[in-house]
């Protein structure tokens, strides 16, 4: 009897860290300010989304894949999709409209500081990327690849309000209006 | 792969210059977008430019990534320009969009696709307000915003569901004549509160909705307007009526109550004079008023008195303006507390005041000079004391005067043996007084009793009832009929009082002719029926006294006049011939 209460209390105390630990990946980007990013984006996502000219592939798969993402992978792949578009997409885009480059400058900025704070995050805590995590990365990956290098960009560039969208609902971030 | 793409597409493009070169390629429509609100997506496209009858447009939607084009039949009619895809892209709200596309078709040809430049996601649905409804409540406007419930919706899919957090509402208020202002203020919920701050007329708003984590655009409401009428009978007015009024009942009733508490009291009936009735003495001398001087005795402690008390007449607080000292009361009995509007004549029964009595009287002496009243001596050896002492306390003898004034004898005399020192001595403490003391010090020393015979209480001179006021009056009057009076010179064995001036010569000679002292004694005796009939129908023990001095007898009223009275020889002559 003594053995079972005291193996439930661990196991309940397991469990709540383990929640409590999803729980503090999610919040680690609060700081940021989505809504910025955001509205930078809707400026600017008419003139990039005019220029893609395939709209039946998709480069960040769509938004039910990366909802299948556990709570657990969400600091794997959100890691691993800021470091895709700040490695790759930035810099495969060639701009030649002013307006729209201060834009996605601004952008590429905001993706910088995220990084950073979530690299603060994860040295506190070990950021584990599950298997399924390392299949949709790999799976973007891919898809980027299937494209030409800049209608790839375009269409990732064009594609950002589902990885905003997703951020945002993965990671609790309070949106300043 | 991609070289292969790249050539292909290259192939395409050379080769669509080829296809426009038919001819009669129809063009394709310049522009295609959606316009879209909650569940309520509408696809729109410009026209060809020329369009004929049989021109129709071909609508075709794309998942975004996942399907390949379908084609929308229900858009397939003729002039139409736009079309309803709520129906095919209820998914929008969780998927990654839509693309859609349009062509012009006639009989023979089509033209090319028209994509719609932006990927239709749920970023391009424009936010709206189901309704407003306003509520008037006291007047505020309670206001209940509605979101959009389209038909269209599934089941279970409300616009709280997917925008499940930071719903926010601006609000435009207008009254009627004028134009919008803008709170610049946003709501976090549906249900709303305003403040017209007492304005009364039509109030106009409208709403538009937003979601302040998301870029979405909205779009302003429907007016509503709703009338303000002043209302009168508001619950706060209500009871703000009934709280003033219980305050001032309230009010009311403390007031009243102070002023029962310190309502004038009533004399007891025993005080209250009447006035003296018919009595003329052809008034050509206005003498004052009696009645000013009445000194209210508390009846209670006036029947406390001894028996031998009661007989004086020197309850002296009804005298004119007489200061009683009643020592022997004092010490016996409670005091009579004397209440007068004179402070002089306010003299509280109690040895320990004769100084201050003295000192009363001494101001005041100027005024009261007469009527024998007021005498206070401050000396305190009973010999050098005028004769007046009729201090009630000790003696218990009515004086044979009217036992007025007593003087104010600290000392106390003993009783009647004081008075009859005082009486055998007429002369000589009259001859000492002027000596002895300072006429300067003392302005008046009141009346030296002149001849005192056996009976007390013969002479009312300073009678009771009387008040200082009316000495006051009197003295003076006196005293200038005194001066009046050629080759008057106080008796010495008069009835009444010599005033004691020192600075007149007036005094107590003892031997002055009784005949010469028929006019002031007379005057006394007026003054002294005056008094009396001041008291009217006090019940004051010693009344028989007055009786005695024939009093009652006379009719009240004031002096009128010094002349003398036919009616007062008799009672003068009676006097005399007491003594």
Redesign the interface.
């Known amino acids: 009897m003594k053995l079972q209460s005291v193996s439930l209390w661990l196991l309940g105390i397991i469990l709540i860290l383990c929640s409590v630990d999803s729980r503090s990946f999610r919040r680690c980007l609060i700081s940021t300010d ?2 910025h990013i ?2 930078s984006f ?1 400026e600017i ?2 003139a990039i ?2 220029k ?1 000219t395939f ?4 480069v960040l ?4 894949t990366l909802q299948s993402i556990k709570p657990l992978d969400v600091c794997c792949v959100t890691k691993n999709l800021l470091a895709f578009y700040v490695d790759r997409v930035f810099k495969d885009h060639q701009e030649p409209h002013p307006k729209i480059l201060r834009k996605i400058s601004s952008i590429a900025n905001s993706f910088l500081y995220m990084q950073k704070t979530l690299q603060q995050c994860q040295e506190q805590r070990q950021c584990h990327c599950g298997q399924e995590a390392t299949n949709v990365t790999r799976v973007i990956h891919d898809n980027y690849d ?3 290098v800049r209608s790839a960009a375009i269409k990732s560039l ?2 950002l ?2 990885f905003l969208a997703w951020i ?1 609902k993965n990671h609790e971030v309070t ?1 300043s ?1 | 792969m991609l070289l292969r793409l790249t050539v292909l597409l290259a192939a395409l493009l050379s080769l669509r210059p080829g296809s426009d070169a038919h001819g009669t390629e129809l063009p394709s429509p310049p522009s295609v977008w959606f316009e879209a609100e909650f569940f309520h997506h509408i696809l729109h496209w410009t026209p060809i430019p020329n369009q004929s009858e049989s021109t129709f447009y071909e609508v075709e939607l794309l998942r975004y990534g996942i399907e390949p084009w379908k084609l929308i039949p229900t858009c397939r009619q003729t002039l139409m320009l736009s079309c309803d895809l709520t129906a095919v892209t209820l998914d929008l709200y969780h998927s990654s969009g839509y693309r859609a596309r349009v062509r012009a078709v006639n009989s023979t040809q089509h033209s090319n696709w028209t994509v719609t430049n932006t990927r239709f996601s749920v970023d391009e649905v424009t936010l709206t307000v189901g309704s407003v409804k306003l509520e008037i409540h006291n007047g505020l406007i309670l206001g209940k915003i509605q979101p959009p419930r389209p038909k269209m919706a599934p089941a279970g899919v409300t616009y709280e569901s997917i925008f499940s957090h930071f719903r926010e509402y601006e609000i435009a208020i207008r009254k009627v004549p004028g134009n919008f202002t803008f709170t610049h203020e946003k709501l976090r919920h549906e249900n709303f509160s305003l403040q017209t701050s007492g304005e009364v007329g039509e109030f106009c708003i409208k709403v538009k909705p937003s979601i302040s984590s998301r870029t979405n655009k909205g779009m302003w409401s429907k007016e509503e307007c709703v009338s303000l009428t002043r209302q009168y009978f508001t619950v706060t007015n209500v009871i703000i009526f009934f709280a003033f009024v219980l305050l001032s009942g309230a009010l009311a009733c403390c007031r009243a109550l102070q002023l029962y508490v310190r309502r004038r009291r009533k004399l007891p009936s025993v005080l209250l004079f009447t006035k003296p009735s018919a009595f003329n003495l052809s008034s050509q001398r206005p003498c004052p008023e009696t009645q000013d001087t009445i000194h209210p005795l508390d009846e209670e402690a006036f029947l406390k008195v001894s028996p031998e008390l009661r007989n004086l007449d020197l309850h002296g607080s009804t005298d004119s303006g007489f200061g009683s000292n009643k020592p022997s009361l004092q010490t016996e009995e409670p005091q009579f507390l004397l209440s007068d509007a004179h402070p002089q004549a306010n003299r509280t029964l109690g040895s320990g005041e004769a100084p201050e009595l003295g000192d009363s009287c001494s101001s005041d002496s100027s005024n009261s000079t007469d009527s024998g009243i007021c005498l206070q001596e401050r000396s305190l050896s009973p010999g050098t004391r005028p004769i007046w002492e009729q201090q009630v306390g000790s003696d218990s003898r009515g004086q044979d005067d009217s036992g007025i004034g007593l003087v104010q004898n600290s000392e106390g005399q003993a009783g009647d043996t004081q008075r009859g020192s005082a009486l055998g001595h007429d002369s000589p403490p009259e001859t000492e007084v002027p000596g002895e003391e300072d006429p300067a010090a003392v302005a008046f020393r009141g009346y030296l009793r002149q001849t005192r015979g056996t009976e007390e209480k013969a002479t009312k001179t300073g009678c009771l009832g009387e008040e200082s006021a009316l000495t006051d009056g009197l003295g003076p009057k006196f005293r200038a009929l005194l001066d009046d009076e050629e080759g008057w010179h106080p008796p010495a064995l008069a009835k009444g009082y010599l005033k004691q001036d020192p600075l007149e010569m007036t005094l107590a000679s003892s031997g002055a002719p009784t005949g010469q002292w028929n006019q002031p004694t007379e005057e006394w005796s007026l003054l002294a029926l005056s008094s009396c009939s001041d008291l009217g129908t006090s019940d004051w023990s010693f009344t028989h006294d007055l009786a005695s001095l024939g009093c009652l007898a006379a009719p009240g009223g004031l002096l009128g006049s010094f002349n003398s009275d036919l009616v007062t020889l008799p009672l003068i002559s009676s006097l005399h011939s007491n003594e």
């Open positions: 989505m809504h955001e509205e809707q996502k008419k989304q005019a893609d709209p039946n592939v998709t798969s769509t938004l039910e299937q494209l030409e064009g594609e309000d589902v945002d949106s209006a």
